[in-house]
């Protein structure tokens, strides 16, 4: 009774941030061990575990590569390449948002993105206004039908330039969103189902690690994104072939205009410096060991090397690795033999200072979201508390009569159900409350818990319809483009796509990746 209070105690102050989530998230520190549920060292030890650090080290490099601009350098880059045809451009926009939010923060990738996406419309629109200007700079006489025509002719091109922003912000937001998913730690509730399943389920064997939620989440996200780009190509620029696509057809004034300011902006970065090299080949190394860890299907260099199981060197282990690179290695060339660079023949001579680190610990502090490692903790600590209290167990045998409703027909439901309640509040905080309850459902229903929580750890970060539900919505409704009618009833289509895809990926190869078919032995144990 004491630790399902301490739950919704929890939980109304998350949904209403009565506290600061962050605060909200230190209160089994203090509730746990007054009401008697666990003893303070045991749930202090909740706060800081593998899947922490694993969110601590890959922000990090994310920082890194934010630091050194290598994010804009590389959707500059991608978006030179698409062009500057309205459909391909809406696809550039999303390709590039969702690949930087893998890796980044959605915050940081929409509040560069954006940018950019404004600078281009305002040059469409601003070529367009010029023509129709240069159309109409000879004062000629009309008739009263022709200047009817005239006047309804512009209403339609204001019209369309509209509909076109609306579609161009709202495609940053929602690839943001979606892009996160596809990576462990792309976003919050990703990394509260892999340590939920370590907390949980101790004995799991590592089944939720970065290569196998890749395989997994990856494909998902492409089927999503792709499916979501027609979705807003239809919605604000129509299927008109030959206008949005440009087949066949000579670049407009306007459409070389909005590519000459992509290209501007790419020159401006210059070209790339030590710095940006330095960071741009441990980023690609962080992921060629996140991948070859423990990649299931052969051995793992982890295990090779050290000669032990794959769960001594984790996800976490790399990660922080990594991170402490960035402290130690230079941001500038050393002074060797072979390596020349005009930065280095125009230094003074005197100056014997050492070069700063590709990273430097301000910077980290003040970029990294510090409040999610407690939202993590709390959530870590809340589940080892249903566990120890008992709760876990009580609810999962009240849930038994859900063994009647077909496997799929639960998922559908939850995702919607989660999906709507991460519109009024965190996502993570959202996974962190749920996620404990769908395990013991899982475990009372005798279904694969993967089967449940995978399915509802993505919905979490389906929150489309409101400015206020994710920060990457807040910022392009900050804009001005959008009402919020707009992003209500674009959204309530965009979290049917969602669930529509969920639904495909769990019950095509997410059945053949983590073997749903069957009842795992690692789920039967904390069920006594």
């Not at 006047?151 to 979606?178: F, H, P």
């Not at 077909?406 to 998922?411: D, K, L, S």
Request: charged share 10%; proline share 5%.
């Amino acid at each position: 009774i004491f630790c399902a209070y301490v739950i919704i105690l929890m939980a109304v102050y998350w949904c209403t941030e009565a506290l600061p989530l962050a605060v909200t998230s230190l209160l089994p520190a203090v509730l746990f061990p007054m009401l008697g549920i666990m003893q303070s060292k045991m749930v202090c030890m909740q706060y800081l575990k593998d899947t922490n650090m694993l969110f601590v080290g890959g922000l990090m490099v994310a920082v890194a590569v934010e630091h050194w601009n290598l994010h804009k350098r590389i959707a500059l880059r991608v978006l030179l390449i698409v062009g500057v045809r309205p459909a391909l451009l809406m696809l550039g926009f999303m390709g590039v948002t969702a690949f930087l939010s893998m890796w980044i923060s959605n915050t940081a990738t929409t509040a560069m993105m954006v940018p950019i996406v404004q600078a281009v419309l305002e040059q469409l629109n601003k070529q367009e206004t010029e023509s129709s200007q240069t159309t109409c700079g000879e004062e000629r006489p009309q008739a009263p039908e022709a200047e009817y025509k005239q006047t309804a002719n512009d209403r339609d091109t204001e019209g369309q330039k509209r509909l076109m922003a609306k579609g161009m912000t709202l495609c940053v937001c929602y690839a943001a969103s979606v892009g996160g998913t596809a990576t462990l730690t792309g976003t919050g509730p990703n990394l509260v189902l892999k340590g939920q399943m370590n907390q949980l389920f101790p004995d799991n064997g590592d089944v939720i690690n970065f290569a196998s939620w890749f395989g997994f989440a990856f494909p998902n996200m492409i089927i999503m994104l792709t499916i979501a780009w027609l979705y807003l190509q239809f919605i604000f620029m129509g299927f008109n072939i030959r206008k949005t696509w440009g087949c066949g057809a000579v670049k407009s004034e306007k459409e070389i205009a909005a590519y000459n300011v992509i290209r501007e902006q790419h020159l401006q970065l210059g070209p790339m410096c030590f710095g940006e090299l330095s960071v741009l080949a441990l980023f690609s190394l962080l992921v060629a060991l996140w991948f070859t860890r423990d990649p299931g299907f052969v051995t793992g260099w982890a295990t090779h090397t050290f000669n032990t199981e794959a769960e001594y060197v984790t996800d976490a282990t790399v990660a922080v690795f990594i991170a402490l690179l960035l402290f130690i290695l230079p941001s500038k060339p050393p002074r060797l033999c072979f390596w020349s660079s005009t930065e280095s023949e125009t230094e003074p001579q005197l100056s014997s200072a050492p070069s700063p680190a590709l990273l430097s610990w301000k910077v980290a502090q003040k970029k990294l979201p510090w409040n999610i490692v407690l939202l993590l903790g709390g959530g870590f600590a809340l589940a080892k508390g249903s566990e120890e209290s008992g709760l876990s167990r009580w609810m999962g045998n009240q849930l038994t009569p859900l063994h009647s409703i077909p496997p799929w027909a639960i998922v559908i439901i939850l995702c919607l159900l989660i999906a709507i309640f991460t519109e009024c509040t965190s996502n993570v905080a959202t996974a962190t409350l749920f996620l404990p309850v769908l395990a013991s459902m899982s475990q009372s229903v005798g279904i694969n818990p993967l089967y449940i929580m995978v399915p509802c750890t993505l919905s979490a970060s389906f929150a489309f319809m409101l400015p206020v539900a994710t920060p990457p919505n807040a910022i392009v409704f900050s804009y001005g483009y959008l009402k919020v009618s707009d992003m209500a009833k674009t959204g309530v289509m965009m979290n049917i796509i969602g669930i529509f895809c969920i639904t495909l990926s769990i019950n095509t190869w997410g059945k053949a990746m983590f073997n749903l078919d069957s009842f795992p032995a690692w789920a039967n144990q904390t069920v006594i």
